[in-house]
């Protein structure tokens, strides 16, 4: 008895501190949140005295910009990566009764083709991806850096620089490595001949490294041999850089899951017409950077073409994200698939994603600052200039994304196809891969 009493005691302990760790596990938006109140913060005890705060005051909003700013980028890429495509490798038309091949080829990867799946027909698949997304606006997330400047002593001047404390900045260097495996399970019935309906529901896991590192650039100490700012208690013998906890963080679970109706309105032996709509609810953790944290919808005109066994395709969207980032933007898709033999497809696409609104969300403080003064060292005047870049990360205005996607299709069995692609970057917008490498297959029945 005493003994099972003990067993139960210890597994109610155990499933306790499990249960403890889960509900205060911290997210890795906290995470990355925690790298900036620490060097802002806790880690930064500075100098004894008047000094010692006034970093902090002035730079909580500059941080928090930074902060959402990076996990806005972090999540609209995880959840803006493209899902496939809602059209099966064949299709045919059932309108007679019996079954008519409509396409030659095995279809495009990304991108959309007119044609639907047929009455009563089933498309089932999965694909998975990876990102390496390891350029924010071309600059390397290892290479990112901000800088934090000095409180204004004297607000009611205007100038920051009339006072020697005034020149010392803090440059935060991230060393930030960011990657994503993305397995998504799609799902497509087809309604009747000439509707389509699908579910696209991806499974997500982020995992994040940083080894952070701030140093004080310290003017006070060049100057008049006394560090006023410093990670340390002696001024005289400051520490002027210190290393945040670095992070080495995973985030597993459900992204934003795509709902989609597809309607075949033009169907002809020459071009083919369809409209496509697109809803995906925020259903990824925002904090884990697991989807985007807003409801989105895309609306979505596709005209397509089977000449011999060269298929083209134009898609042409209006994509909207609701919330405070209500952000909106036109994707185009332009490409085709050519059939090689009766069982490989090459497919090849140009995929691009503009935006129409100006999105203040995700801008980075990236103005420079100027600091220039008389500030008195060592009892005499000297005038002083410092121009400040607050980050490395150039100023865009619009975030936009210019893609190339090139692929196969290999159809092994009448009823599965196995899909590889490629998706490589034409531009330096967002945040960014260098290669989003795809393997997945679909089974039609």
Known sequence: MFKQLRRNAILTVGLSLILFQLLHAQTLSERLSGIFSDVLGEKLHLSPGPHGEHFKPANVKSSDATINALTNFIGRNIASIPLSSTAAGLTFDFSTGVPVATTTSLGPIFAERAQTLGSRRIN????????????LRGVNTEDLRFTFVHQDVKPDTSVL?????????????MNLDLSATVLAFYFTVGITNQLDLSVAVPFVNVHMEATPIAIIDSYSYLLSDSA??????????????TRPDPINDDATGIGDIAIRAKYNFIKGEGLNFAALLDFRPPTGDEASFLGAGKSSYRGMLITSAALGDFSPHLNLSYAHQGGIQNRDGIEISVGYDQKITEWFTLAADFLGSYEISNNKEIQFPSENVNIEGDPVIHHTPKHVMKEVSLTNIPYFSHDNFSNGSVGFKINPKKEMILVGNVIFPLNEGGLRSSLIPTVGFEFTL
């Open 124 to 135: 089932i698949g999965f694909n998975m991806s990876y990102l390496n997304m390891s350029r």
């Open 161 to 173: 620089g009339d006072n020697l404390n005034e020149f010392d900045t803090i440059d935060l260097f």
């Open 228 to 241: 006023n700012h410093n990670f340390g208690s002696d001024p005289a013998n400051p520490v002027l850089t």
